[in-house]
């Protein structure tokens, strides 16, 4: 007998009850909640400011309140237990909302005047911080939701595409992933990684790329439904200078240069250069270079020959404040230089 609708969303069943050997998660905690002060707080510190109204007159909510995080992603099983309207999303918390729906239904808006309703396995996605957003729960639903930073979303479609998608792709509301679908088998995963002992993921360089990859296969699904290809993207339109600026950032990442001695090697002004940088990459070129600098430190720690140390690594590529260039390579890889040489020394 074909599965319904309400039967086929059991891929997240569990998320956020147990993790991957059974144990409860969030014991002792608040999961749930009669009140509104309580609920309302709830979504303003997990999802961002925000205005929730039920739409039965003087009904008290019935909410399912549980969440962790997964590096800066925020996941959440939600819901108001009441029919609710929530609008008045504050888009200066800076945050995409991802709502994958479980049970019942989720009225969303999409474009132009045109609502969508989620059912079970749909997942419905809005960047609270480039467009407005409510929607409408029907009472009888159980969400399962993403809070991500606009900011980190940015920052990994540079690092594997190369360059950051302009407002056509932000403000785009849609829906994707209909059903059983390899998002929702990725969210599972991500959530049995979560161990009870921890309320999270013990394992930093793990946590890490739990997180980027949930980022690279949300970022893969929205610009696919919005019909933007990610592998030419804008990356073509770029003046020649940006991208001649990249190759010499890429050639000489193991060398200390700055953003003037690319803009005279290329002929342009720092300004220029700047801009251009902005207004193609989304980033500046002293970001594009710090970044290329830490893949090249990355590469020389995990081909180190015996005896060498991250000091004398980091030293010969021109690094001099040790401790900044520790902060940012553990804030771009999960793990400190130290902790990828010593892998390398002890898989050697």
Not at 2 to 13: K, M, Q, R, S, T
Not at 35 to 42: G, K, L, P, S, T
Not at 78 to 106: K, M, Q, W, Y
Not at 192 to 207: C, K, M, T, Y
Request: aromatic share 8%.
């Amino acid at each position: 007998m074909p599965l319904g609708l309400e039967e086929e969303a059991i891929v997240l069943e569990n998320a956020l009850l147990y993790d991957a050997s059974g144990q409860p998660l969030l014991e002792g905690k608040l999961n749930g909640s009669r009140e509104w002060a309580e609920v309302n707080a709830f979504c303003n510190r997990v999802y961002m400011p925000l205005a929730a109204r039920p739409l039965v007159k003087g009904a008290d909510p019935n909410a399912t309140l549980r969440t962790l995080s997964i590096g800066s992603i925020v996941l959440s099983r939600f819901c108001f237990g009441v029919p609710t309207r929530a609008d008045e999303f504050d888009p200066s918390s800076g945050n995409i909302i991802v709502v994958n729906t479980l049970r019942g239904s989720v009225r969303h808006p999409l474009a132009d005047g045109v609502d969508a309703d989620t059912r079970p396995g749909d997942s419905y996605v809005v960047d609270c911080s480039r467009t407005e957003y409510w929607n409408i729960a029907d009472g009888g639903d159980l969400q399962f939701n993403l809070t991500i930073p606009h900011r980190l979303m940015e920052e990994t479609a540079q690092r594997w595409y190369g360059f950051v998608p302009d407002d056509d792709l932000w403000k785009k509301r849609l829906v994707f992933g209909r059903g059983q679908s390899a998002w929702l088998s990725l969210l599972d995963y991500a959530t049995r990684s979560v161990d009870a002992r921890s309320d999270g993921i013990d394992n930093p360089l793990i946590e890490k790329r739990i997180e980027e990859t949930l980022c690279i296969e949300l970022l893969r699904n929205w610009a696919e439904c919005a019909g933007l290809n990610l592998e030419t993207g804008a990356r073509s339109a770029a003046p020649r200078y940006v991208r001649e600026a990249e190759r010499l950032i890429e050639e000489h990442a193991d060398r200390a240069m700055t953003v003037m001695d690319i803009a005279a090697r290329l002929g342009v002004s720092a300004r220029s250069l700047s801009e251009g940088f902005r207004r193609f990459r989304g980033i500046t070129p002293h970001d594009y270079m710090t970044a290329r600098r830490l893949d090249s430190l990355r590469k020389a720690l995990m081909a180190a020959r015996p005896g060498e140390t991250v000091s004398s690594i980091a030293a010969a590529r021109g690094y001099v404040n040790l401790a900044a260039m520790s902060a940012g390579y553990r804030q771009r890889f999960g793990e400190s230089p130290f902790q990828t040489l010593r892998g390398r020394v002890v898989g050697a």
